[in-house]
């Protein structure tokens, strides 16, 4: 569908052979006469894989500036993070008790792929939510040293987990 809407744009004359790529006149007839259907066919081929190719590199350069901005952004939101917590007077981990005390049975039903809520039925409310690429649920005042949850912020599905000793 992407490629639809992107194509879309490309000018039609170009597609049909009346200029080339870069907006000159294209030229109709080679020096042996007129192009015959065949030399069109292949012509518009690979017209079609320049096109293609670059419309690739471009998403390739957008999704590097994408991830470059998200990650820029991530440090951000865990500097502020840190000086909400020094202004309120607080710790930075949240050190609220976890609503349903959870056993290392409930931990061993986890499964990869799994959603948020499938995780927090077994689970319960996390202590702590860090996002970022990834996004950790930690079910411990420690924070990173204890027991977590990781899902993919893209999908929002289960990628790994660190059990309660």
Same mark, same amino acid.
């Given at each position: ?5 992107v194509l879309s744009v490309v000018p039609i004359a170009l597609l ?41 590199e471009a998403a390739e350069r957008r999704d590097a500036l994408v991830?470059?901005? =998200? ?5 951000? &939101?865990?500097? !502020?993070?840190?000086?909400?917590? #020094?202004?309120?007077? +607080? /710790?930075? @981990?949240?050190?609220?008790v976890s609503a349903v005390p959870v056993g290392k049975a409930a931990?061993?039903?986890?499964? =990869? ?5 499938? &995780?927090?039925? !077994?689970?319960?409310?996390?202590? #702590?939510?860090?996002? +970022? /690429?990834? @996004? ?30």
């Amino acid at each position: 569908m992407k490629r639809f809407a992107v194509l879309s744009v490309v000018p039609i004359a170009l597609l049909l052979g009346y200029c080339a790529a870069d907006g000159s006149p294209a030229q109709k007839a080679s020096s042996a006469g007129p192009m015959t259907a065949e030399q069109k066919v292949d012509a518009l081929g690979d017209r079609v894989v320049r096109l293609s190719k670059a419309i690739r590199e471009a998403a390739e350069r957008r999704d590097a500036l994408v991830d470059a901005r =998200l990650l820029a952004l991530t440090k951000r &939101v865990e500097q !502020l993070e840190k000086k909400v917590a #020094k202004l309120e007077g +607080g /710790p930075a @981990i949240d050190t609220r008790v976890s609503a349903v005390p959870v056993g290392k049975a409930a931990w061993r039903q986890l499964k =990869l792929g799994m959603s948020q809520d499938e &995780v927090r039925k !077994l689970l319960g409310e996390p202590m #702590k939510v860090s996002a +970022g /690429p990834i @996004i950790h649920w930690y079910y411990a005042s420690k924070g990173s040293g204890g027991p977590k949850v990781q899902f993919s912020s893209y999908t929002g599905k289960l990628m790994g987990w660190d059990e309660p000793d």
